[in-house]
């Protein structure tokens, strides 16, 4: 591990944690660099929430180590507290009492920020994330989508080197989504690290230059989107015929082939150049059925995702 490379934003270092009987992060060891857009990924009780919270100074590794830009966050945390901001997946607006603007300046002043550019930095925030129209507004009058927008400009009003989203754009809508995509793509051109997690994978491909994926606290791969996807055998055939099918005729064995039955339609893994794919679209031939459309689809990182993970659901 390259952990006295100053070009490391976060080094996670055979990071371990245990709650009771359950282990929530098994023996994690990885790289963030700096300037990096980074996704980490993985289902409910991957890891990922627990591995932010060991940054956030939250929770206290079992054994190993997070160091941010060289620091140890456990035993720097006052330091690395100043690197980082944190935008969690819980709503954490709590200031009732408080006018939105009022919030980010607040804010900024746990940081030190002086009051005079922490005004300035509120309202370059709330141009860019489109909250100046209710600068003067009560939390109680904020959408569900304001609110998150405001949770990601609390984050950032400290102008940290290192952004954390935890599943920022859960339950957003479409246009909210890229909203926010487009504000953390300008951050990250800044030179800010961001480190993200999402249950999104198509956010992940539109954003990350590489992403770790966990499963059972247990890394699965690493690299660039692009990059696990073309090493992954995951394209499909999709076959549809002239009638929904509900099962395979028993002519059709399809032996050696990864295929699914969704609503009526065969899905094949592979590609129309693969010779056993073929052959299989023979045997449906010859069984009787009558194929109404084929189409191929390129593999995408869901596709590396639900391959990788379903490999591990059986795993303690």
């Known amino acids: 591990m390259a952990t006295n490379d100053q070009q490391i934003a976060i080094s996670f270092q055979h990071l371990r944690k245990v709650y009771r009987q359950t282990v929530a992060v098994h023996d994690l060891s990885l790289d963030i660099r700096r300037g990096e857009f980074f996704g980490l990924l993985g289902p409910n009780g991957a890891g990922k929430t627990t591995s932010i919270n060991v940054i956030a100074g939250l929770v206290k590794p079992s054994s190993g180590r997070v160091l941010v830009q060289g620091l140890d966050a456990v035993h720097d945390y006052r330091r690395v507290h100043r690197l980082v901001g944190i935008a969690p997946q819980e709503e954490t607006l709590d200031s009732w009492f408080l006018k939105v603007r009022d919030i980010l300046i607040y804010q900024a002043g746990y940081f030190g920020v002086p009051p005079r550019e922490a005004r300035r930095r509120a309202d370059e925030l709330l141009n860019q994330f489109e909250l100046w129209d209710k600068r003067q507004a009560a939390i109680q009058e904020l959408s569900g989508g304001m609110k998150r927008r405001l949770i990601v400009a609390k984050a950032l009003i400290h102008h940290p080197?290192?952004?954390?989203?935890?599943?920022?754009?859960?339950?957003?809508?479409?246009?909210?989504?890229?909203?926010?995509?487009?504000?953390?793509?300008?951050?990250?051109?800044?030179?800010?690290?961001?480190?993200?997690?999402?249950?999104?994978?198509?956010?992940?491909?539109?954003?990350?230059?590489?992403?770790?994926?966990?499963?059972?606290?247990r890394l699965l791969a690493t690299g660039a989107p692009e990059q696990l996807v073309a090493g992954a055998q995951t394209d499909w055939v999709e076959v549809q015929f002239d009638q929904p099918l509900s099962r395979l005729p028993p002519q059709a064995t399809l032996d050696g082939l990864d295929y699914q039955l969704d609503e009526g339609k065969l899905r094949l893994r592979g590609r129309l150049d693969d010779p056993a794919l073929v052959a299989a679209l023979g045997q449906l031939a010859q069984a009787g059925l009558v194929m109404h459309a084929i189409r191929s689809r390129k593999a995408r990182l869901e596709d590396v995702f639900l391959q990788l993970t379903q490999r591990t659901s059986s795993k303690p």
């Open 161 to 217: 080197d290192i952004l954390i989203l935890d599943e920022p754009t859960a339950g957003a809508d479409v246009a909210l989504r890229h909203q926010i995509w487009q504000v953390m793509r300008e951050w990250n051109t800044r030179g800010v690290t961001i480190l993200l997690t999402t249950h999104y994978l198509e956010e992940a491909e539109a954003l990350c230059r590489r992403v770790a994926i966990l499963d059972h606290g």
